[in-house]
């Protein structure tokens, strides 16, 4: 069962929310922000574009697993 929540490892406690906060300051949602950081990356942080990627690979991930529940109906 360990296996299921290894994502949930990925991100430390202490910077849950900081990439929210940025999307939201910028007046966009995560996965929005996600695509403007990726597409203008000299504009930002490395902190920031690791943020952005881990927000794509965590929607994926999301997208993949409803897509299975789905499945199984």
């Known amino acids: 069962m360990a296996k299921a929540k290894w ?9 849950r929310g900081e990439f929210t906060a ?5 007046g966009m949602g ?8 990726m597409a ?12 952005a990627e881990a927000a794509k690979a965590a929607q994926s991930v999301a997208n993949t697993h409803k897509r299975r ?5």
Not at 22 to 26: E, G, L, R, V, Y
Request: positive net charge; glycine residues 6%.
């Open 40 to 51: 203008h990356e000299g504009k930002y942080s490395t902190h920031t574009i690791h943020q």
């Open 22 to 26: 940025k999307a939201k300051k910028a």
């Open 7 to 15: 994502m949930a490892g990925a991100f430390k406690p202490e910077h």
């Open 69 to 73: 529940k789905l499945r199984r109906k």
């Open 30 to 37: 995560a996965q929005a922000f996600a695509d403007a950081v």
